[in-house]
């Protein structure tokens, strides 16, 4: 049971700290790759410390690679996203990603019990939220680019979790879900710090900017890739631990009250009352979506 409380303040930890450093750290395209090349190294060794013990299948790399492209692709939009706009509302927005890889499951796995009155109600919570969290028009019209990179994050975000459904329903291989996913890191960290070697740089920095280090910036590159690996780590086991049914949605409408909440408390992020119902909507719409 413990690990339905310690997975949600993981994932609480690692949206603030990564919200916090792209507003801080992120102001092109390329920051945002190079920053979580960064991240990504850091969990790669993380993981690999843990659990690394032999080669595995070169069949894993290979699923491995198609991972870590969607999740390098993923985070770095993600990360714009929260340049842009509110954390809380950002995330609360990625949480919809379940509709992709229950889409996937239902049409090509032929998962059709996951379409029940519970689902379709929460496809309804869902819709509604989306049209609410971004509050009214006026405020839709000056957030357009947020709402735009919000849903691109989204729908990067189902495509990380398709990839990952086509791994576990590989019976011969789905045993060995933690080098894939520490083979993900690994490729991750390096395909970013290729893909961001090649983008544009953004504005240049000033002869004082280019000395002065920016701590803050190091120290919540660490916390994020700390949070973030030790969070895989946890929701491992939590899974295996936990029924389904009770983890997801405990876990999922936990992190979103949490990274709401911290929003509003550390990051004084005034959210109008629309939002506010958006969210709550939402988390209702993640947990009837889980059952």
């Known amino acids: ?7 949600p303040v993981l994932a609480t930890v690692k949206v603030l700290c990564q919200g916090a450093l792209s507003k801080r750290s992120v102001k092109c395209a390329r920051d945002a790759v190079m920053m979580n090349a960064r991240i990504f190294a850091i969990v790669a060794v993380f993981l690999a410390a843990i659990f690394f013990r032999e080669i595995p299948d070169s069949r894993i790399i290979i699923y491995a690679a198609v991972y870590a492209a969607s999740i390098v692709a993923f985070q770095s939009v ?6 842009s706009g509110p954390i809380s ?7 919809f990603y379940v509709v992709l890889p229950l889409a996937v499951g239902v049409i090509f796995y ?4 996951k379409l029940t009155w519970f689902t379709a109600v929460g496809l309804v919570a869902m819709a509604v939220s989306f049209i609410l969290i971004p509050g009214n028009k006026n405020e839709r019209s000056a957030n357009k680019k947020w709402l735009a990179l919000a849903i691109f994050a989204t729908v990067l975000s189902g495509a990380a979790s398709v990839s990952m459904l086509v791994f576990a329903r590989n019976e011969e291989l789905a045993p060995y879900k933690t080098y894939y996913v520490m083979y993900s890191y690994v490729i991750a960290a390096v395909l ?3 893909v961001g070697s090649f983008m544009p740089k953004g504005a240049r920095q000033t002869d004082g900017e280019k000395r002065k280090p920016d701590y803050t910036a190091v120290i919540l590159t660490v ?5 973030l690996g030790l969070h895989n780590v946890s929701a ?14 405990v876990t999922n409408v936990a992190t979103i009250i949490l990274t709401s909440f911290s929003d509003v408390i550390i990051f004084r992020q005034n959210l109008s009352k629309r939002s506010a119902i ?8 993640v947990v009837l979506t889980s059952l």
């Open 192 to 194: 970013a710090f290729i």
């Open 278 to 285: 958006g969210i709550i909507f939402g988390a209702v719409a």
């Open 223 to 227: 916390a994020t890739a700390v949070a």
């Open 78 to 83: 993600y990360m714009m996203a929260f340049r």
């Open 110 to 113: 032929n998962e059709v019990d």
């Open 236 to 249: 491992t086991y939590g899974i295996q631990l936990n029924d389904g049914m009770l983890y997801y949605p």
């Open 89 to 95: 509302l950002t995330s609360t927005i990625s949480d």
């Open 1 to 7: 049971m413990i690990f339905l409380f310690i997975v």
